[in-house]
């Protein structure tokens, strides 16, 4: 079954500045990938999915996503994070050669400080 | 189409009592989920369905817990005899089966249970 893992809980950083969300799954056979956002007492919506095609990804807002298939990983990447994108990050995996249901990380919650 | 509705936003309970939620899809979407995010968590799978079949039910669920998709259009979710650990936003999702079209899952607002 798959899985994922997104390894920093918390990730402060200053306005203006780079950031990267790591997430790394587990699966066996081929993968959907995808970004979810969920920005302070609102609900789940999708930034960027990986369904096949160019590996990297971009969202409206400047973020994208690198899927290396190699290193199981799909992390979240931004040159320069404004105070708008405090929110909660969560990576989503599923197995489409099995047709499988979404599992979800435990989520990045990523701070801008001033 | 309006989006993935669910219904109640929010309800409090009595430990004990059962309470029932439902989620309407997005109409032409074949799958449903069902999810439960506590506070500073990933949503945790609980259950989903393609039209009305359901394909799997997690494992940490107790058997409290039920849902049903009749007629393969809206879902209800009750639980039964709720503690208090079962505090926590219920979130349903919908989108296409894979291979049928875009695979990205919508989400409702969720209903937030809080049971005293």
């Known amino acids: 079954a798959q899985s994922v893992t997104q390894l920093d809980s918390q990730v402060p950083v200053f306005e203006e500045a780079p950031v990267e969300l790591r997430c790394n799954y587990s699966s066996s056979v081929s993968v959907y990938l995808f970004w979810y956002v969920q920005y302070p007492n609102q609900g789940l919506q999708l930034l960027l999915k990986y369904l096949s095609g160019s590996t990297l990804v971009e969202s409206i807002n400047g973020f994208e996503a690198e899927f290396n298939k190699s290193q199981t990983s799909f992390h979240l990447r931004k040159p320069s994070v404004h105070i708008s994108d405090t929110a909660e990050y969560f990576c989503a995996v599923s197995e489409w050669d099995r047709d499988d249901k979404i599992i979800f990380g435990k989520g990045t919650r990523l701070h801008i400080l001033p | 189409d309006t989006g993935v509705s669910q219904d109640p936003r929010h309800k409090i309970t009595k430990r004990g009592q059962n309470v029932t939620f439902r989620c309407d899809p997005i109409s032409e979407h074949n799958r449903l989920y069902w999810y ?15 039209n009305e079949a359901q394909l799997e039910k997690s494992r ?28 926590a936003m219920y979130l349903c999702a919908s989108n296409q089966k894979p291979g049928d079209g875009n695979t990205e899952a919508f989400f409702g607002q969720g209903t937030r249970l809080t049971v005293v």
Request: aromatic share 12%; no cysteine; glycine share 10%.
């Open chain 2, 36 to 50: 439960r995010q506590t506070l500073g968590q990933g949503p945790e799978f609980l259950t989903y369905f393609q």
């Open chain 2, 60 to 87: 940490l669920l107790s058997d409290r817990f039920s849902a049903e998709r009749p007629k393969g259009s809206f879902s209800t979710l009750e639980i039964q005899r709720t503690e208090q650990g079962d505090s």
